[in-house]
């Protein structure tokens, strides 16, 4: 991994990932694109970058040739309540996006990272300790993406030797831009309203477990992965990765040790909630861990304390 296009660079997980690349393998060795094309938005991101709309494949291609990278990482996608409300863009945003991004892999024989997620399972998946092979039924076009993106992948690594590496994240919690449209959005907004207000309603009811992870560990993850030995890799798209397994008043109870005031309420969100109710309450990362020695570091209180921490110094500056 040597020159690296990453798309969708200006969303939750590129944001963060645009920089932690550049630290590792060079500032001009990471090509950042996204639609978005006003100047301002790229003012966080201190190297290449070209807009770029992930559905117009000879533009990716273009892009990908003219910087010759040999890596690409497909980030762009509509989260799992905006594809809910859109679900003929979804299928070809996040479809067409892939195709495109895949194509140029195999064109210019680039290894292939592109996201999956607890939302390529369903209603009839077992919802506990959620295997890494098991049944994939979703009810949601985001997750009826995410098997077929899984399946994609799988298919252009047999068909045609693309490299291709996945995994399955769970809700993303990260403090340096927000997520936007998805289910798990909630543990994100509850930090951020705990700071600003001291107390949060969530769309999500009580007792609704979900998989979370640390931005840190997210993009660990990636680089660990695409780093790995081949040769080691049985399960390639996508490997369950997770560390907490929480409903909404675990988040109350880890700010409230920080804040004791803190208030939660709810008010929920019947979208939202019907696919939280269809998504596992816990998976089983032990493949990752065995095929390529990932183990995510921030536990609820860790996560907890780093977030209520970074975003005090974000939000409110003057107050410390
Ligand atoms: N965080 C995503 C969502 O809620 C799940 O992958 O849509």
Known sequence: MKKILVTGALGQIGSELIAKLRGVYGTDNVIATD????????VTQSGPH?????????AMFDIAKKYEVDTIMHLAALLSATAEEKPLLAWNLNMGGLINALEVARELQCQFFTPS?????????PKDNTPQVTIQRPTTMYGVNKVSGELLCDYYYLKFGVDTRGVRFPGLISYVAPPGGGTTDYAVEIYYEAIQTGRYTSYISQGTYMDMMYMPD?????????EAD??????RNAYNVTKIS??????AAA??????????DYNIDPVRQAIADSWPNSIDPSAAKEEWGFAAA??????????????????RPNAI
């Open 35 to 42: 639609i978005k094309r006003e100047k301002q938005y790229w």
């Open 50 to 58: 070209e807009s770029l709309d992930v559905t117009n494949a000879q």
């Open 117 to 125: 997620s607890i939302g390529a399972f369903g209603p009839t998946t």
């Open 218 to 226: 997210a993009l660990d993850a990636i680089i660990k992965l695409m």
């Open 230 to 235: 081949s040769g080691k890799l049985v399960h």
């Open 246 to 251: 929480a409903q909404p008043e675990d988040f």
């Open 255 to 264: 700010i409230k040790t920080h804040m004791p005031n803190f208030k939660l």
């Open 298 to 315: 921030y536990d609820l209180p860790k996560l907890t304390a780093d977030m209520l921490e970074k975003l005090q110094k974000k939000l």
